[in-house]
């Protein structure tokens, strides 16, 4: 009966814990009462051990009505979190889209992570950009060996077909020595 009333209260969302502990109560007081009035032997101060196991019933149905609203709750966090960045992340790409300046994330093992419209107008590269696989060698070698030698918070000035550019290295500090190159324009700038 404990486990019947533990996932009763967790899979009923804790509304009818503390209804299944009570109906088990009265299901053992009833079954304890007819034993001893069929003579059973046994005596009327039994009771106190089956009242002690009605006191577990309702105790394991408060604990899981807590637990299942401890779990409701932060279930309904973790949503109200997943969605705050969810409007986060569509905010970041607006940004990201928009912004005069290109922008390209990059591993430290020169993998690009993320490569914005402007960034590739900007190196005047046709190379399709897979986050994750393509490399920075791959869109733009002259950018890939300056990459190496920029060190976060310097800047650099790159020419390309398309624009005279003034590269600057911000690092992530991350684990795989990610770091952000933003391109800006010169020609924009003067």
């Known amino acids: 009966l404990v486990i019947s ?8 969302s804790g509304r009818l814990t503390l209804l299944y502990a009570a109906i088990a109560s009265i ?7 007819f034993s001893i009035l069929g003579g059973g032997g046994k005596g009327i101060d039994s009771f106190f051990q089956v ?18 609203h401890r779990a ?3 279930e309904r966090l973790a949503q109200r979190q997943a969605d705050e960045l969810a409007l986060l992340n569509r905010i970041n790409a607006l940004a ?22 402007r960034a590739l107008a900007l190196l005047d590269t046709t190379t ?7 490399r ?17 918070g310097t800047a650099s000035i790159l020419s390309t077909p398309a624009a005279q550019l ?11 020595d990610s770091r952000i190159l933003v391109l800006e324009d010169q020609s924009q700038a003067e």
């Open 72 to 74: 409701l709750h932060s």
């Open 128 to 134: 399709p950009v897979k986050p994750g696989i393509t």
């Open 5 to 12: 009333i533990a996932s009763g209260g967790l899979v009923g």
């Open 51 to 68: 009242g002690l196991l009605c006191a577990g019933y309702f105790a394991i149905g408060w604990l899981a009505n807590a637990l299942t």
């Open 96 to 117: 990201i889209e928009n912004s005069p300046d290109g922008l390209l994330a990059v591993r430290g093992d020169g993998v690009v992570r993320h490569a914005s419209p």
């Open 27 to 33: 299901a053992l007081l009833l079954q304890h009462g």
């Open 136 to 152: 920075l060698e791959a869109c733009s070698p002259e950018l890939a060996r300056l990459s190496q030698q920029l060190r976060p």
């Open 166 to 176: 003034r590269v600057r290295c911000i690092s992530l500090s991350t684990q795989d």
